[in-house]
């Protein structure tokens, strides 16, 4: 502090001494007196600001289009092409409170064709509370790892981790409830801890929505390190509990780790991302469906994870690689395994296609996979947005 | 040992003290975040987001910069949308109520600002067109004043008591500008429309200033990569105009600016869009000094 009030004497002190060289050399060329009459002209500019576009307090509005062309190595009709989703979505500050978030998503049936639409998320955040507090209050995607609170279209693949399917299925976890976030008080590094009730929007292949008082619970924490200034570590550590489909409780912890790299001064260029997520879960069930009805309570425990690569090649190319692996959280004996490679290109921020390629292999065949234990699976995915669209997470 | 003991209290005493009366100041920018430090003078700690040499369109919202806006007295942004991509969604998660838009410490440092390239209508198929306006306006000098005023009466708000302080810092800064405008303005005119190609549509303010006629850009369209069309363009269009310099800035790659380099002789030059792009640039002024002298020596 003390360096920097002899700095600040010295700055004062140096620009008087500047001044007065400056009184010294008034009668300079003609040049410097036309200069001086134009920085008088320039000075109105401060005062009189100019008028700008017309203020509005409509909320911001964007529609994203999700078009998408499938193959499946399986079925007689194994090839197709759907407009997957439109998201509407509508944000803005509802006062000096708080700002709410609108995502209406209208999705199609690809064996119908038929839409059918419905409120993704909807939410209000205070921007006011004491104690470094923020309230989410609305329906919300639940705060559980790096895959769950994002929207589909800004993941860098399509078809979603096979332990996230399995565990909260396609639509991911998401319900009608509080989430109260604190900002802890450490000034070393980033640490926000989250706690979160809310019952189930529908049912997921761990949760179900209750028909009792048996709400989801949810606690996590996130950890964010700068390694550098172009290098960072996250570490999220989730626990929640809620009710099974059989009326029992399912507990659920979750770890998941990301490293990126991104170099500062060409992050449009470059970047790697490394990002792991796993799921471990414990489940009461009376029964369990692939064996005969057990005559006591029995305990399923189940894992699932997902290891995910994202290198940016260029400043419109990105190339992902992921490996997963999973059981069902109601069958553990099951295991399914996928290789995953994606190629995107992304014209601009409001524009990107992306081609995939996914190899599967199951130890049980299942009928939703025309009972094949291993298939391959190729996407398109045309993501395009008009209007004004918030930004990501990081 | 008593006396060690109560000299060191005193110390720390002091110290904190001292600490207690800092305004933490975060700016989105190093150009901002200098003026800040040279209107806030000893009363301020001045925390910028992004570096001198990364395109302040992009920058990424780590959650580690939460931290410092959870703690922030006040807030400085360049506004015009400028920072759309992450400045928000930082802001919503700092849960400081004392920097949000319409609080006393939230600074928009482009008010009183006269706008160049104010679209009369917006429409994405032009490229990245900001519905203000160009908001690379820092690169005018001039305007530097008017980002000084604009952080001055933030300060000036949050801490009324050190208004005269502010206020002589601020005049100390305005006639600073205005003779190292004369040197600048003096050095830059011989140059007076000299015609340069750029690589993205950020130096209007700059060109105007010091009278550079830029005939075209690399880019296409603001945003959009360089095309192979583009650059025959670039190619034809230095050849006929005889341009000397095609200017760029740190955050860009330089490979197709050196294409027309090696197509053309004209000289490829990194000018500083920022505080901080390089070494040498340590403060606002320095920013002029650096980027003015390399223009001087290349383009004569």
């Not at chain 1, 004497?9 to 036309?34: E, N, P, R, Y």
């Not at chain 2, 040279?38 to 939460?66: C, L, M, R, W």
Request: charged content about 20%; some cysteine; overall charge negative.
């Amino acid at each position: 502090m003390v360096y920097k009030n002899i700095l600040s004497i010295l700055i004062i002190a140096s620009t008087v001494g500047a001044m007065a060289q400056t009184d010294s050399a008034k009668s300079d060329s003609l040049l410097l007196l036309q200069i001086q009459s134009e920085m008088q002209q320039q000075a109105p500019a401060v005062a009189a600001p100019q008028q700008r576009v017309a203020a509005s307090a409509n909320p911001d509005i964007s529609v994203i289009g999700d078009f998408r062309g499938l193959y499946r190595s399986f079925g007689t009709h194994n090839a197709d092409a759907e407009l997957h989703e439109a998201e509407f979505s509508f944000q803005s500050v509802v006062d000096p409170y708080a700002r709410a978030d609108f995502f209406y998503s209208v999705g199609e049936d690809a064996k119908t064709g038929k839409f059918s639409g419905g409120i993704e998320e909807g939410y209000l955040t205070t921007l006011s509370l004491p104690w470094h507090l923020q309230l989410k209050a609305g329906r919300i995607k639940q705060d559980v790892g790096r895959v769950n609170p994002v929207h589909a279209h800004a993941l860098p693949f399509i078809n979603m981790p096979d332990a996230y399917v399995a565990f909260f299925g396609e639509e991911g976890l998401k319900g009608d409830g509080l989430s109260l976030s604190w900002l802890l008080p450490n000034r070393l590094f980033f640490q926000e801890l989250t706690v979160e009730a809310s019952s189930v929007d529908t049912e997921s292949p761990t949760f179900e929505r209750s028909s009792t008082n048996n709400y989801l619970y949810l606690a996590h924490l996130k950890n964010f390190w700068d390694l550098s200034s172009n290098a960072t570590l996250e570490l999220g550590l989730t626990a929640m509990q809620g009710e099974n489909l059989q009326q029992k409780l399912t507990d659920i912890g979750a770890i998941d780790v990301t490293y990126k790299w991104k170099p500062v001064r060409f992050n449009t260029y470059k970047s790697v991302t490394f990002q792991n997520e796993l799921y471990y879960s414990q489940s009461s069930f009376d029964s369990i469906s692939s064996v005969a009805p057990a005559l006591s309570p029995v305990t399923v425990n189940a894992i699932g994870f997902y290891s995910l690569l994202n290198v940016q090649v260029a400043k419109r190319f990105f190339l992902a690689g992921r490996y997963d692996y999973t059981n069902k959280p109601d069958d553990a004996s099951f295991v399914r395994q996928s290789g995953t490679l994606t190629l995107g290109w992304y014209a601009t921020e409001f524009q990107k296609i992306e081609i995939e390629g996914k190899y599967s292999a199951m130890n049980e065949a299942m009928a939703e996979n025309n009972f094949e234990k291993s298939f391959v699976q190729a996407n398109l995915r045309w993501i395009f947005v008009i209007g004004s669209h918030g930004a990501h997470q990081y | 040992m008593k006396k060690i003991i109560s000299t060191v209290s005193i110390i720390i005493a002091s110290i904190s003290i001292t600490f207690a009366g800092t305004i933490h100041v975060v700016t989105t920018t190093q150009d901002t975040k200098s003026i800040a430090e040279i209107i806030g003078g000893n009363k301020v700690e001045v925390f910028a987001i992004a570096t001198g040499y990364q395109n302040p369109h992009f920058v990424d919202p780590k959650p580690s910069y939460i931290i410092k806006l959870s703690n922030a007295d006040l807030y400085v942004t360049l506004g015009l949308d400028l920072e759309a991509g992450w400045s928000p969604s930082l802001l919503s998660s700092s849960r400081n109520t004392k920097i949000q838009k319409g609080s006393d410490g939230y600074v928009d440092a482009s008010v009183g600002v006269t706008l160049q390239q104010v679209p009369s209508s917006i429409n994405r198929s032009e490229g990245d067109i900001h519905a203000f306006g160009n908001p690379h306006y820092w690169l005018d000098p001039l305007n530097g004043k008017a980002i000084a005023r604009n952080i001055c009466n933030g300060l000036e708000k949050i801490s009324p008591a050190n208004k005269e302080y502010y206020e002589a810092n601020l005049k100390t800064f305005n006639e600073q500008i205005d003779l190292k405008m004369k040197a600048w303005s003096t050095a830059m005119a011989p140059f007076k429309g000299a015609k340069v190609i750029a690589y993205h549509n950020e130096w209007c303010y700059f060109e105007n200033r010091f009278g550079l006629k830029i005939v075209d850009f690399m880019e296409p369209k603001p945003g959009i990569p360089p095309t192979p069309s583009q650059l025959v363009k670039i190619i034809k269009e230095v050849k006929e105009n005889n341009i000397k310099v095609i200017i760029t800035s740190p955050y860009f790659t330089a490979s197709s600016s050196d294409v027309v380099s090696k197509q053309t002789g004209a000289k490829t030059l990194t000018l500083a869009t920022s505080v901080g792009a390089f070494d040498a640039i340590k403060t606002y002024y320095d920013l002029f000094d650096y980027n003015i002298n390399l223009l001087k020596s290349n383009l004569k």
